[in-house]
């Protein structure tokens, strides 16, 4: 699968931008990691909302300042640029959660939040009133309190090994927060970490299809009918493919 | 404003609820003439525009956000695991997803495709005859369908040949076939296609359980593995393997779905009128209460209008159909301190169960290649194929390996043990991620007397009806049957090959939980029977107390079983239509006395 000629001039300018920001970071331990050609890399701004592109800062529509701040420590702390590559701040997963708090996801839009609210039992599942978007905000600003009156610093100020302390905290029920259960909020900011940083990059995140090279997933366009059989055991290596790519 | 919502002009017959059960009604009483309206609470689809490639394989909108889904801003239910607990409502999609939108359910679905075993549609005369009345439990619900295998086999038969199903017989008129399922109930016919072409982890599964002494066969798929016409005429693409299926919508046509075959044929019938972004509230019964006069419903706009009909066909998904039977007055609502009612009577689920497994460094499992029902699969252990007084409990369950997708935001499997992110997570993902699958279990699960549905006294939905409750936990014969499965998939994945075999439970008996997703097929609530005391609907689906009320899908089984409702589903639904076009529409009223 290969890109659309149509593209490739627009794409070809965003390519040496992209390639210092992801020096280093394509070649890993796998066989078929480092095989990945540069070349391929793409990014989401020709989807992206109102004002944002790769060659600018990244530009939030939703969260403030400070809790982008808060995210991108949090996000870089959750999947870290190591070795194996980049890490979910550099593929764009607070842009992704920026987005996705924004809109219907974070508006809660397919929950039934009509009260009233108890509590309930685990099996119950979520009680909470909060919105998606209001969770992680609220959260942010509890884990903010948390750190200033523990280390006196704000999240985004503390060392690495002090940062994952804190996240280890609250997904071990160590450290709990006045608003929203630490647990919770832990959860919720590891999935849509995760999710950002393994998304069509449609989204925001997984920008150049980083973390999909990074598995060996070929992405959304292939069909397989006739390499399922030779392909048995047989390790398939192919450039990814995303949404943007065949639109 | 005027008194009362307005009244439309009557038509003959209303379907509530447009997905396979709906659409197959739909289609097949176009012949008699009549005019008929379906409602759907969702949108229309179509497989152009909305289905289309690349923007369909898109994961965090359908696996993720649920496009397909209902949505729980407009309603839901409430949830409890005993009778003793204040039920609270699931406010996010969780442990089930129920379709909402023109084809459903079917739109969406995987495409396992089955036939129900002889024994499950006789569960309980089964069981008696072999073990005596002792083995069942005090508060299990345990009771027969009203008609059997051999009666439904003809419409099972043109159900798959609807569908394209691929798949390999194991019962040819009682003639058993190597590498076909050879406990299923004798068929007239092969499968419309050959089976889909297996995935490495299927063929370790095939040749272990083998090895072990078990008989292996393809899951049958309504993943078509040919291109295909039905005897409708409507075209099947040949399954991709794009590894997008479960959670979406086909865009080549080859996972059958009413939406691309039984609805349009009925909409080319001028006397049938689909209404979609239609709620029906209730069922309007006359002073009697014996007989339905039509409908009312919300449009789109929010306007309240009443449909008039001779005769109303529930075949919304079991919860709609138990939900607007109770809310509508039809037949007795179930109470659980007496056990007396049938209205939510004998709600069941399925449990699940199984194993993940880790391979060795140089296995390349390809998880991206795949469809939403590839798959391998033993029934060894299902039905009554084991000895239930050995085993502990009644009922039974698959044992499956397949390859269904390998989208990295659902599938990123770690071993257990791996810490949840950071750098060792990172590359326990990416060291995984090829060579790890599962054996997992599909879990019959048996109806109980504290398991049951019945209306919220606390909460309402968006158009102010109290939603329905849920009352539902395992009990002792499923957590045994848990357990036994688990050990059997452990089994065939050490036979496999694999370095790590990982329970998926713990040794724990959680309770059952409405939070993380388990599976879509929920039964029960509305169930056909022989006796008005233990069944809302007599053999014919049809309500006992209100007779111009028809109550069609996997409401209506009394249990459910450890496989796929959707085979049974699709075969009641031709049944019906026959029911109606050769007998009550000709002579309407009960067709069924006691």
């Known amino acids: 699968m290969s890109d659309s000629d149509q593209h490739k001039p627009r794409r070809l300018a965003r390519r040496s931008l992209l390639k210092m920001a992801a020096a280093g970071a394509a070649a890993g331990s796998l066989p078929f990691a480092g095989a990945q050609p540069m070349e391929g890399m793409t990014t989401p701004a020709k989807q992206a909302g109102p004002g944002h592109c790769d060659s600018a800062p990244a530009v939030y529509t939703f969260l403030n300042s400070q809790e982008v701040a808060f995210l991108e420590a949090a996000v870089a702390t959750l999947i870290p640029a190591d070795e194996l590559g980049p890490g979910a701040l550099e593929l764009g997963a607070v842009v992704f959660i920026d987005r996705q708090l924004g809109g219907d996801y974070g508006r809660g839009d397919r929950m039934y939040l009509q009260g009233p609210f108890a509590e309930g039992t685990a099996e119950q599942g979520y009680q909470l009133r909060m919105t998606p978007a209001e969770l992680v905000q609220a959260g942010i600003a509890d884990v903010q309190a948390h750190t200033s009156g523990k280390y006196q610093r704000r999240f985004e100020e503390l060392s690495a090994q002090e940062r994952a302390a804190v996240l280890s905290g609250l997904e071990t029920h160590q450290v709990s927060l006045p608003t929203v259960p630490g647990e919770l909020f832990f959860g919720v900011l590891l999935e849509l970490t995760q999710q950002g940083f393994f998304c069509d990059p449609i989204y925001g995140g997984n920008r150049g299809k980083a973390s999909w090279k990074l598995l060996g997933f070929p992405g959304i366009g292939a069909m397989y009918a006739d390499r399922i059989a030779p392909f048995s055991n047989q390790l398939y290596v192919s450039e990814p493919v995303s949404i943007e790519d065949l639109l | ?594």
Request: with cysteine.
């Open chain 2, 1 to 594: 404003m005027t008194s009362g919502p307005a009244a439309l002009k009557p038509v003959d017959i209303v379907i509530v609820g447009l997905g396979w059960a709906g659409g197959i009604v739909a289609k097949e009483l176009a012949s008699t003439r009549l005019k008929i309206v379906a409602f759907e609470r969702g949108v229309p689809r179509a497989t152009a525009p909305d289905f289309l490639a690349p923007r369909i394989h898109d994961e965090l909108r359908y696996n993720n956000r649920h496009e397909l889904i209902q949505n729980l801003r407009k309603e839901t239910l409430t949830f409890r695991n005993d009778p003793s607990q204040r039920a609270l409502p699931m406010r996010q999609l969780g442990s089930f997803l129920p379709g909402e939108g023109v084809g459903g359910a079917g739109t969406h679905w995987s495409g396992l495709h089955w036939r129900w075993l002889e024994w499950e549609h006789k569960m309980y005369s089964g069981t008696v005859a072999r073990y005596g009345r002792k083995i069942i439990p005090q508060d299990m619900n345990l009771q027969d369908w009203p008609v059997d295998y051999h009666e439904l086999e003809p419409y099972y038969e043109r159900f798959e040949r609807l569908c394209g199903t691929s798949g390999k017989a194991g019962n040819l008129n009682g003639r058993k076939v190597d590498g076909g399922n050879v406990f299923e109930g004798p068929r007239r016919s092969e499968y419309p296609n050959p089976p889909l072409t297996p995935s490495y982890n299927m063929m370790l599964f095939e040749k272990a359980a083998r090895d072990l002494g078990y008989h292996p066969f393809p899951v049958p798929a309504s993943n078509a593995s040919r291109a295909y016409i039905n005897p409708d005429g409507v075209a099947f693409g040949p399954c991709h393997y794009c590894g997008f299926c479960t959670g979406y919508g086909c865009e080549v046509n080859a996972k059958a779905s009413p939406h691309f075959t039984v609805i349009p044929l009925a909409s080319k019938n001028p006397n049938f009128e689909v209404r979609a972004r239609s709620t029906v509230l209730r069922v309007n019964l006359d002073s009697t209460g014996k007989r339905a006069t039509g409908v009312t419903y919300v449009d789109a706009r929010g306007r309240e209008l009443v449909q008039p009909a001779d005769v109303v066909i529930l075949s919304a998904y079991v919860f709609g159909n138990v939900h607007l039977m109770l809310h509508s007055g039809i037949g007795k609502p179930y109470d659980f301190q007496n056990n007396t009612g049938v209205v939510g009577r004998n709600y069941a689920y399925q449990c699940g169960g199984g194993v993940a497994a880790l391979f060795d460094e140089r296995t390349y499992f390809n998880p991206f290649m795949g469809s939403g029902a590839l798959g391998a699969w033993i029934d060894d252990f299902n039905g009554d194929h084991h000895d239930f007084a050995e085993s502990g409990y009644i009922g039974g369950g698959g044992a499956s390996t397949g390859s269904n997708g390998g989208a990295p935001i659902g599938h990123h499997p770690s071993p257990p043990g791996t810490p949840r992110w950071g750098s060792a997570w990172k590359k326990a993902v990416v060291d995984t991620y090829q060579r790890f699958t599962g054996v997992g279990s599909q879990g019959s699960v048996m109806s109980y007397r504290q398991c049951y549905l019945d209306l919220d006294p606390t909460y309402r939905d968006s158009f102010g009806r109290p939603l329905l409750r849920m009352t539902f936990d395992w009990q002792e014969n499923e957590y045994r049957l848990m357990e036994k499965q688990t050990a059997v998939c452990a089994q065939i994945a050490r036979a496999m090959g694999a370095q790590q075999v990982f329970a998926r439970r713990g040794e724990r008996r959680l309770h059952y939980s409405i939070a993380p997703y388990q599976t879509t097929h929920n039964t029960g609530g509305a169930v056909f029977g022989e006796d008005p005391g233990t069944s809302a609907l007599n053999a014919h689906l049809q309500s006992w107390d209100v007779s111009n009320v028809f109550v069609l899908g996997a409401s209506a089984f009394p249990q459910n079983a450890g496989r796929n409702p959707t085979g049974p589903v699709g075969a009641l639904s031709y049944r019906l239509a026959d029911t109606l076009k050769n007998n009550y529409l000709k002579h309407p009223g009960p067709l069924v006395h006691v």
